[in-house]
């Protein structure tokens, strides 16, 4: 989500800092910039940052520039506030987080088997708590702070280059439909909750029990209830009128969760058809369904 900031000086060169949680994709983005004619540096110093940006404004060449920051630091970290501060002053500089939810850093350390930075004599959950709390001084500082959790790898690289090319247009505001099981907890990176358990439950029925929400006779099923029809052309007009105000708001993506009782049949027909209706209105929204699969 976008913050704004105090006004910047006008420079014709751009400075953009790149930094968050390791694993989150920090590379992935640093890689898209140098793409986009970023001149691009993994890990400079902190103490070589001023100068940097100082040669960065001065250059004939170099229009803009990025640079990770990160853990890898170690304590010389702490410096970096002050030093963000001070280039800022000097040219214009902008900081993006990158960070993740733990469940998605750990799935993605295990998939590329990569120690974390901060060592390997404790669990990667411990040193993932760490990190954020050392990074927490320099994410309040931050322009835009991305979570990467939803993103492949592809995706995350759209995204960058088009909120830094300018390609997208503002509408293209990026939402996250998701059905879900109460019995499993809500999922912590919802934005919008709805509860769907008033609709009747398609699971005391036999014949649906093994069935999800996904299956045309389930869908039938839920859909032969008027409150049903009603529930969604109420809740897809009240998003449409929300998600401009959202994007005016500096918001780039909204995760919107619908649950019922186990996530299997009321949720997940309310979250593919929420979603066709928000496509359907223009927005790009993708659906995922997390306790399907999972057994009572």
Do not use: W
Not at 22 to 46: A, F, Q, W
């Amino acid at each position: 989500m976008a913050r704004s900031k105090t006004a910047q000086p006008a420079s014709k060169s751009e400075l953009v800092i790149i930094t968050g949680l390791s694993g989150s994709g920090k590379g992935s983005v640093l890689k898209v910039l140098e793409d986009l004619g970023y001149y691009s540096v993994d890990n400079l110093p902190i103490d070589l940052i001023p100068k940097f940006a100082e040669l960065t404004r001065d250059s004939t060449t170099i229009r803009y520039a990025a640079l990770v920051v990160d853990i890898r630091e170690g304590e010389g970290l702490r410096k970096f506030p002050a030093i963000f501060k001070k280039v800022r002053g000097s040219l214009t500089a902008r900081l993006l987080f990158l960070e993740a939810d733990d469940e998605a850093i750990m799935r993605r350390f295990s998939e590329t088997r990569r120690p974390h930075p901060l060592g390997t004599d404790r669990s990667i959950g411990q040193s993932i708590a760490d990190e954020r709390k050392q990074l927490a001084p320099i994410k309040a500082l931050a322009d835009l702070t991305i979570n990467t959790s939803k993103f492949t790898v592809h995706e995350l690289r759209d995204f960058i280059r088009e909120k830094f090319r300018g390609e997208r247009e503002e509408a293209k505001i990026m939402v996250y439909v998701t059905s879900f099981g109460f019995r499993h907890g809500v999922p912590p990176d919802s934005d919008l909750v709805f509860d769907v358990r008033f609709l009747p439950n398609p699971n005391y029925i036999p014949k649906f029990k093994q069935l999800t929400g996904r299956h045309p006779s389930v869908a039938r099923y839920i859909r032969s209830f008027p409150q049903t029809t009603e529930f969604m052309n109420r809740i897809s007009e009240l998003l449409i009128y929300l998600l401009p105000h959202y994007i005016q708001e500096g918001k780039s993506y909204l995760t919107i969760a619908f649950g019922c009782t186990g996530g299997h049949h009321r949720s997940v027909m309310i979250a593919d058809q929420i979603r066709k209706n928000l496509t359907q209105a223009g927005f790009q929204a993708k659906v995922t369904h997390r306790d399907v699969t999972k057994t009572v």
